[in-house]
């Protein structure tokens, strides 16, 4: 299993680029890299602007098709990844509890998604899919479906769903899943 930090967005409501934006002496992006790069043998960048990441000395995949938005950058992983699945997770989320990440990742590859759910929301970007999953994303892509949340309402894909009490034991679910639209969100305190 390879770790893709989705890092194309355009960082609209923030306002800068955020992916790079200095939070606590470093850029976000490395405050997710730092957690999760001890637990995976590749962690692969998707995102258009190669050269803006060669600083982390990882590959960088640009989208298939671009501004699709996280849809795409996972559509992107799984098409282009030679491994069975891929932990998605997003560069905007810098309070990742890495003991958590391990936990799902030890998920016996028995379903098409693993995906946290907390307070009656789905965690997209921090779940893993496999390959099965592409033809549904392909079809969603072609219906104009771009909310990766669709991909759970099929009947046809076989979701392994990491409940309140599992997430619960590794930390603070509302902290954890905390990711940065606006400056405003880095004032949050735990």
Same mark, same amino acid.
């Given at each position: ?9 355009k960082?609209?409501?923030?306002g ?9 002496g ?11 790069k001890?637990?995976?043998?590749d962690?692969i960048i ?8 060669s ?9 298939i098709?671009?501004d ?9 992983a ?14 905007d ?7 958590f990440?391990?936990?799902m ?7 098409d ?6 307070g ?14 592409l ?7 072609? *219906?104009?479906? /771009?909310?990766?949340?669709?991909? @759970?309402?099929?009947?046809? !894909? &076989?979701?392994?769903?990491?409940? #309140?009490? *599992?997430?619960? /034991?590794?930390?603070?679910?509302? @902290?954890?899943?905390?990711? !940065? &639209?606006?400056k405003?969100d880095l #004032?949050?305190?735990?």
């Amino acid at each position: 299993m390879k770790a893709c930090i989705i890092a194309g967005g355009k960082s609209g409501r923030f306002g800068d680029d955020k992916s790079l934006f200095v939070f606590e002496g470093r850029p976000l992006i490395n405050h997710v890299l730092d957690i999760i790069k001890p637990l995976f043998d590749d962690v692969i960048i998707i995102a258009n602007d190669r050269e803006k990441f060669s600083f982390l000395g990882l590959d960088v995949i640009p989208d298939i098709i671009p501004d699709l938005g996280p849809i795409g950058g996972l559509y992107t992983a799984l098409e282009k990844i030679s491994c069975s699945r891929v932990f998605i997770l997003p560069c905007d989320m810098p309070f990742l509890n890495r003991e958590f990440v391990e936990y799902m990742s030890q998920i016996p590859d028995l379903y098409d998604v693993i995906v946290p759910k907390s307070g009656g929301h789905f965690q997209p970007l921090h779940a893993m899919y496999g390959k099965s999953c592409l033809p549904y994303i392909k079809k969603n892509i072609e *219906e104009k479906k /771009f909310k990766i949340n669709s991909l @759970f309402d099929e009947s046809d !894909i &076989n979701i392994r769903i990491v409940g #309140e009490d *599992e997430i619960g /034991f590794y930390a603070d679910p509302f @902290f954890m899943f905390k990711n !940065i &639209n606006f400056k405003s969100d880095l #004032e949050f305190q735990e």
